[in-house]
């Protein structure tokens, strides 16, 4: 069930006046996810920008870049506000959450004076010129991690904003079905369930995944292909890995031919060693590799995968960070010896 109007009200009007004292003594924190958000970044700027203004440091989440139809889902559902997109952030203090690269961070965030980072994924190499909060668990969601913060601290949390946490650790997990989850993300799971009031919460998955999924058989190529993209450089290759998750896969595997033609424009324009695209499949439990650029061989061979026609079946991989991540960085250390 979602939040009364009543929850709302309370919840526009605490976070209202944080925000006017903040901005009678100082600027807000900005508290932002990584590029091309997903529910883990929406939620997670959401969620930590409440507590912190509930600990005595005003806090303001931003986003780089609109929610994608699951995070508009989740945010009409419970009646919360989306972030701000800001772009920008040079001279403000600045919280990063569910990223910690300069590739996935505002552009300008060197101008800007990093006070935290809250993460769940590996070590970026950012620097900063001063001591700095970092947790970074290696838990399925960012979310997970925000929620232990405010049980550390005996926040209460908002409804609302616990429908948005457990949304994004339902997504960034796939319904536990990735292998990143841990007992951590299922606990938090059940214990922001009650928070938020939802009684079933496999069909309430259920409902936002479909509502991720509406769009995949007629949204612009291109739009699709940015919507979960992240850049990395490996070895000083310009590598792009992106994500799309379906529980019905033929909405996926319908367009392969187009997404492999939107890559290979997109590898030659902005110059990528390589691309690769995720097509996930939940109920199947695996995704279709589309891969372009150079290294195609040695890439495929890391997955143990023959490709044909740019793209290989890999049975049982899901998961970005902990499955294509850490294979893509294996090859290009071993092509640069």
Request: a negative charge; proline letters at 4%.
């Amino acid at each position: 069930m979602a939040p009364t109007v009543i929850d709302r009200c309370k919840l526009a009007f605490v976070c209202g006046l944080f925000l006017l004292l903040g901005s009678a003594s100082a600027a807000p924190v900005l508290v932002v996810g990584h590029k091309n958000p997903d529910s883990d970044s929406i939620f997670a700027a959401i969620s930590l920008a409440y507590l912190k203004s509930q600990q005595g440091t005003p806090a303001v989440a931003i986003a780089q870049g609109k929610p994608n139809p699951e995070s508009q889902f989740v945010l009409d559902y419970f009646g919360l506000q989306a972030p701000a997109v800001e772009l920008r952030v040079a001279g403000n203090q600045v919280m990063l959450v569910d990223h910690n690269t300069y590739a996935q961070a505002p552009d300008d965030i060197k101008d800007a004076e990093i006070v935290g980072i809250i993460d769940h994924h590996s070590l970026g190499g950012m620097l900063t010129d001063e001591p700095v909060e970092v947790l970074i668990k290696p838990v399925g969601s960012t979310n997970t991690i925000i929620w232990q913060l405010y049980e550390r601290a005996g926040v209460a949390v908002p409804s609302a904003i616990a429908g948005g946490m457990l949304s994004a650790i339902f997504s960034d997990t796939l319904v536990f079905r990735s292998p990143t989850t841990t007992d951590s993300d299922r606990a938090a799971v059940e214990s922001l369930a009650v928070i938020a009031d939802i009684k079933d919460i496999k069909k309430y998955g259920q409902q936002m995944f479909s509502a991720g999924e509406a769009d995949l058989k007629t949204a612009p190529i291109e739009s699709l292909l940015q919507r979960d993209f992240k850049n990395f450089d490996m070895q000083g290759n310009k590598v792009g890995v992106a994500q799309l998750t379906a529980v019905n896969f033929a909405l996926l595997r319908d367009r392969k031919g187009d997404y492999l033609s939107q890559m290979q424009t997109l590898q030659k324009a902005q110059g990528y060693k390589s691309l690769v695209l995720m097509l996930t499949a939940i109920e199947s439990e695996g995704s279709e590799l589309l891969i372009v650029g150079e290294n195609q061989l040695e890439i495929g061979q890391a997955f143990n995968v023959r490709l044909e026609d740019d793209s290989a079946w890999a049975a049982g991989v899901m998961s970005r960070k902990k499955q294509v991540i850490p294979v893509l960085e294996k090859v290009f250390d071993k092509l640069k010896k």
